[in-house]
């Protein structure tokens, strides 16, 4: 079972629910990029971004590697768009 697989199962949806066909959110090939609402975040993260934390009631985005889902991180999402400008994958474009 991948690790979409089992994420979508943990979440009671379907594959499609785990991932970002739009790119907005910033998946890629190798990482999984899941949204946090407010109301889901109930524990303080340490952003690996700017090495800050991300306080309880704060949305962000939880990025799984596909191939090491044990190396999950929290980000801000600002620092989550920073990061994949400076891996070379930009926001995909939406103006049609």
């Not at 594959?15 to 990029?33: A, I, K, R």
């Not at 109930?42 to 962000?60: E, F, N, Q």
């Not at 596909?66 to 400076?86: M, N, S, T, V």
Request: net charge positive; hydrophobic share 30%.
């Amino acid at each position: 079972m991948s690790i979409r697989s089992t994420l979508a199962a943990m979440a009671g949806t379907t594959d499609n629910y785990t991932q970002d066909p739009s790119g907005l959110l910033g998946g890629f090939n190798e990482h999984l990029v899941h949204p946090i609402q407010p109301y889901q975040a109930r524990k303080i993260y340490l952003c690996p971004g700017c090495d800050s934390t991300i306080d309880a009631g704060v949305g962000h985005l939880v990025v799984v590697p596909d191939d090491a889902p044990d190396l999950r991180r929290h980000w801000h999402r600002g620092c989550w768009y920073k990061e994949r400008r400076r891996l070379g994958h930009h926001r995909a474009n939406t103006t049609g």
